[in-house]
């Protein structure tokens, strides 16, 4: 029986090493670039599942000058076993009023975590990039039609003025 | 001259006919093989486009634009360890790579990148893995590393290599034949034609279905589709059957009033499908009334009905003719054997081409016969261009039509009977006048499916002015039938391909190329095709040819 269940672990070790360790192994070291870079990044907070490698979550600030400005958006990753080689899966947990964002299922259409993605990016990189794309919503690709019509028809205060209040509601913590 | 136009691509001449575009594109940009065939690969193996972009915007836009870096003088001799971006570990400078377009990680990394990619089916175009990088992997360099985690894998990528010389290719299909036969057909020009493989499936170029003209592809698509569904049955059974109310079996009506019987025992009444006692007369059952018509049911009845008939009408000659053809084809060999009485009689006439000739044109006209009823289906039908031509117009076109079609199909039939007599017992007097008869029968087919043809294309597709239905050309000598690739380029490549072939082996580390590769390329470098496709071809040119031009019939 012992030796059973051993020669089974050993089995499952070599089957699934190769993948599983080397990314494993690259977000191991993403983990501690993430510690060692806290204080060097203020907007972006990563955080690693206590039970699995495998899901990370953001809090991310919302850029300055921009309706999302003084929210706080969290961020869930669903990091696939060939990561690097293949991207992350993200989403706004966080609801979000923009074009590029499902409204609904926090969906993001953003192009490295899609066809342009390269191994060479990072979770880290990847939040930067999210942030860039709050700042410069893309209008002409939208998930999130309303936004997009707002801001294809040139209304940009309509854009901004929903886009501010889904922040309060949603981002920004209740007072009192 | 027609031969240079079709060609077959087997197995062993694949390497052959992609190495010919390649070796144009790389004497003329002076490159290395892989860079050409990247190149190539990003243009749909168009060399014409690749010279026309490079003369229009130049080598940096062609190059660029496709992802080949011309290689960089490997000057950065980085320290004797890197960092791989990738994988974050330090590596020492012998296990890592750097790409034509300078960016440097590590072997591992690069490995499980090709083997991604591969297995995603990017086998053709592998980028570099740094971001916004376009640039196309190094051939050799993917090969060496798969093959060292993965040889089969890597055999496959070879494979997925040379197949994309079919498959990305405009010019050239899969000869559609199952089992597959493993080759393919390259047109020269004209894409719209039906061909000839030379495992002898004759096949639309533009469609890679079965030959179907005078059918357009879309038109065929349509009519294989109906022949196929069960919808026409089911529409015969709502018209000519009721269910049964107790055991709800379809019941056709054979007779007598509308009192009606199921095996079952229970009686219903045909009128309104209900239930009903056994006592009747001839214009009343008891106990049952189920009074008015409803008309909506009644027209939609009579609607399917006539759907169905002329469906009906359509599919039985077409199917007749279909099947008059797969008759005849037995023919053959009372044909060939009769021939071979004739020959050895002594007779005046020493050549009976015009036997052969004559059933050739059976088969191609009965063909021809049997497809135009399905495009007369939908060419008068309302499913394709019920809002194109006015009743008035479809009456007078479908009358055209129908002339011609009937004309065809009466010497058809005629050149068919002339076909089964029995010319061997004949004297030769007899003998010239059949003869002639034939020969006579023959044109006049071959004239009449021409006209048909051109009809179609100038009276009927021609006025319509929505839809677009293009059919390929009435070729009188019958569906062109492709010529083998290539003595003549195996002879002139022989030196190239060698080169190749050992160079190949080298890269993938001689231990891995057993599989099909290395044994296809042995055989062409022989040049010596494999014994199976000589047999073949022998049988097509001796035995019978469904191709022998109508003009020597003409001349005769």
Not at chain 2, 409 to 438: C, H, I, T
Request: include cysteine.
């Amino acid at each position: 029986m012992q030796i059973n269940t051993d020669d089974a672990i050993l089995s499952i070790h070599l089957l699934v090493v190769p993948h599983l360790q080397a990314s494993r192994a690259r977000l191991f070291k993403e983990y501690k670039e993430v510690q060692r870079e806290k204080v060097a990044d203020p907007d972006i907070q990563l955080v690693c599942d206590d039970t699995n490698i495998f899901k990370w979550t953001a809090l991310i600030k919302g850029p300055s000058e921009t309706p999302y400005e003084g929210g706080i958006f969290q961020l869930a990753f669903a990091v696939p076993e060939q990561y690097p080689l293949q991207p992350p899966q993200v989403r706004f947990l966080t609801k979000i009023f923009h074009p590029n964002v499902h409204f609904k299922t926090g969906e993001i259409c953003l192009d490295i975590l899609k066809t342009a993605w390269s191994p060479a990016w990072t979770l880290q990189s990847v939040c930067r990039a999210i942030i860039a794309l709050m700042a410069h919503p893309e209008a002409d690709s939208p998930l999130n039609c309303d936004s997009g019509n707002l801001l294809r028809s040139g209304d940009l205060r309509g854009y901004q003025s929903m886009a501010r209040m889904y922040t309060k509601l949603a981002a920004m913590p209740k007072k009192g | 001259m027609l031969c240079e136009i079709l060609q077959v691509i087997t197995r062993e001449s694949l390497l052959v006919a992609q190495r010919e575009d390649l070796r144009r594109v790389m004497e003329m940009l002076n490159l290395s093989e892989q860079h050409a065939r990247t190149l190539l690969i990003y243009h749909r193996w168009d060399v014409e486009k690749v010279f026309a972009v490079f003369v229009e915007k130049g080598k940096d836009k062609l190059f660029g634009e496709a992802g080949v870096t011309a290689k960089s003088c490997k000057i950065k001799h980085a320290p004797a360890a890197m960092t791989c971006e990738v994988c974050m570990e330090d590596i020492p400078k012998h296990k890592a790579t750097t790409m034509d377009c300078g960016h440097c990680f590590c072997n591992n990394c690069w490995t499980e990148h090709f083997v991604v990619k591969i297995n995603e089916g990017k086998s053709r175009r592998i980028t570099c893995m740094a971001y916004k990088c376009t640039a196309i992997c190094d051939e050799a360099i993917v090969r060496n590393l798969v093959s060292a985690r993965d040889p089969d894998l890597a055999e496959r990528f070879e494979r997925f290599l040379l197949e994309s010389y079919i498959e990305d290719n405009q010019r050239v299909k899969w000869c559609p034949s199952v089992p597959h036969c493993g080759n393919a057909i390259r047109v020269e020009d004209e894409k719209l034609c039906e061909v000839e493989c030379t495992c002898g499936v004759q096949f639309c170029f533009s469609c890679s279905s079965e030959a179907h003209s005078p059918c357009s592809c879309l038109m065929w698509e349509l009519w294989v589709k109906k022949c196929r569904d069960e919808s026409e049955t089911v529409n015969w059974i709502t018209v000519n059957t009721k269910s049964c109310p107790k055991c709800y079996k379809s019941v056709e009506k054979n007779g007598g009033c509308n009192l009606v019987s199921c095996i079952c025992g229970q009686s219903f009444c045909w009128l309104c499908g209900g239930a009903t006692g056994r006592e009747h007369t001839w214009t009343s059952i008891a106990g049952h009334s189920c009074g008015r018509f409803k008309e909506d049911q009644e027209k939609q009845a009579e609607r399917a009905k006539r759907d169905l008939n002329r469906y009906m009408h359509y599919h039985n000659r077409y199917k007749a003719h279909t099947d008059s053809f797969k008759l005849e084809s037995k023919l053959k060999e009372t044909i060939e054997s009769q021939i071979l009485m004739l020959e050895g009689k002594e007779s005046e006439l020493k050549d009976f081409s015009w036997l052969t000739n004559g059933l050739n044109r059976l088969f191609r006209s009965r063909r021809v016969l049997s497809y135009s009823y399905p495009f007369a289906f939908y060419m008068f039908g309302e499913d394709l261009f019920g809002d194109e031509m006015t009743p008035v117009e479809r009456e007078m076109k479908q009358n055209l039509f129908e002339d011609q079609q009937q004309q065809l199909e009466e010497n058809v039939e005629k050149l068919s009977k002339a076909l089964e007599e029995k010319y061997d017992g004949l004297e030769d007097d007899n003998l010239k006048q059949s003869r002639m008869q034939l020969i006579n029968l023959s044109v006049i087919t071959d004239r009449l499916c021409k006209s048909m043809y051109e009809c179609i294309e100038n009276d009927l597709l021609g006025s319509l002015k929505l839809a677009t239905h293009n059919i390929a050309a009435y070729k009188s000598k019958g569906v062109e039938r492709a010529s083998e690739l290539l003595v003549r380029a195996t002879k002139g490549n022989n030196s190239i391909s060698c080169l190749q072939t050992s160079s190949s082996i080298s890269a993938t580390g001689g231990t891995v190329e057993v599989g099909r590769s290395s044994s296809s390329s042995l055989n062409f470098e022989n040049g010596c095709p494999s014994r199976k496709r000589s047999k073949r071809e022998a049988f097509g040119n001796v035995l019978f040819d469904l191709n022998l031009p109508a003009e020597v019939i003409d001349k005769s």
